[in-house]
């Protein structure tokens, strides 16, 4: 599995694995609703999936170097955007779904959704990338192991340089639904051996923790739909669940068959969990699971 999402409503989940296409689930059942492919044997690796915010359309991007929107409902192809330079990383719809933010390895920018043109080239910036519900933050990575925080119509320089530690590319990042926290972790260890998940308030720019239990490199990061847990998953197949107001523990899952590619929680609760959480988690074999997690 290389890559995860659930649409707005919770209802169906997307996810890629290999170069077999981006396969559409019914999360309750388990039961493959659609395969989105263009052709009979697929297509490259796809390494990040967004559904716009009414969950209609549905973009992918990987080492093919191209966006692609699909009708996630009908299973085709609307269009295709190419001229990219590099794998593409990392793809996230603006909430108003006029644009759309694409990282790479090498950089990051802003796109109309509509035509695939370039809005606003993000210097320094790198993928992942990911917006503010309220679409007036857009949060990207550098290869100095930061975080910068833009503002979306602009673009000329970031609001906001968060340093996580010794110079690497940011591995993940999530903002809360009420746009007010982020969270980010870069592909570095510390001196003893651990590997930190860090959480700053958006606006301000300060950090409220650094989150210690990691010994592996982060590689998907999530927050409920409240914004009170983070779940945070690594290339050990560990994931930690977090209390984002203390920085503690609530529960570590360790039975993941291998790397951790996504994490990605239901917007709605009732689907699997009661009183909780339903948290997916994608793995690097083609494996996914869901959990429910309870609240506290």
């Known amino acids: ?84 330079t590099g794998t593409i990383d990392s793809v996230a719809f603006s909430p108003d779904g006029q644009t759309l933010a694409i ?46 925080i833009w503002d979306p119509p602009t673009g000329r320089r970031p609001r906001h340089r968060l340093k996580t530690g010794k110079p690497s590319h940011i591995s993940a990042l999530a903002i809360t639904p009420d746009g007010r926290t982020i969270a980010a972790a870069a592909n570095t260890f510390a001196e003893d051996g651990k590997v930190f998940a860090h959480v700053w308030d958006t606006h301000a720019g300060k950090r409220h923790h650094r989150l210690t239990g990691h010994t592996d490199n982060i590689s998907a990061l999530a927050f409920s739909p409240d914004g009170r847990v983070l779940a945070s998953g690594d290339i050990s197949g560990t994931v930690i669940v977090w209390d984002t107001r203390t920085g503690e523990q609530l529960l570590i899952l360790t039975k993941q068959s291998e790397k951790v590619q996504a994490v990605v929680f239901s917007p709605d609760g009732g689907i699997l969990a ?23």
Not at 115 to 139: E, H, I, Q
């Open 103 to 148: 990282g790479t390895y090498a950089e990051a920018r802003v796109s109309d959704a509509r035509t695939g043109k370039g809005l606003t080239g993000l210097p320094g910036a790198t993928g992942p990338v990911a917006f503010s519900p309220d679409g007036n933050t857009l949060a990207t990575g550098d290869a100095e192991g930061r975080v910068l």
């Open 274 to 296: 009661v009183d909780g959480y339903n948290l997916a988690v994608g793995c690097f074999d083609g494996s996914v699971r869901i959990w429910a997690v309870r609240a506290r």
């Open 1 to 84: 599995m290389t890559a995860m999402g659930f649409s707005p409503h919770g209802h169906t989940l997307a996810t890629s694995y290999s170069r077999s296409g981006v396969r559409i689930w019914d999360p309750r059942t388990g039961a493959q609703l659609r395969l989105l492919s263009e052709s009979p044997d697929g297509f490259d690796r796809i390494h990040s999936v967004a559904f716009n915010r009414d969950g209609r359309t549905l973009a992918t991007g990987g080492d093919g170097k191209v966006i692609r929107l699909w009708d996630p409902d009908a299973g085709t192809l609307r269009r295709q955007f190419t001229g990219h």
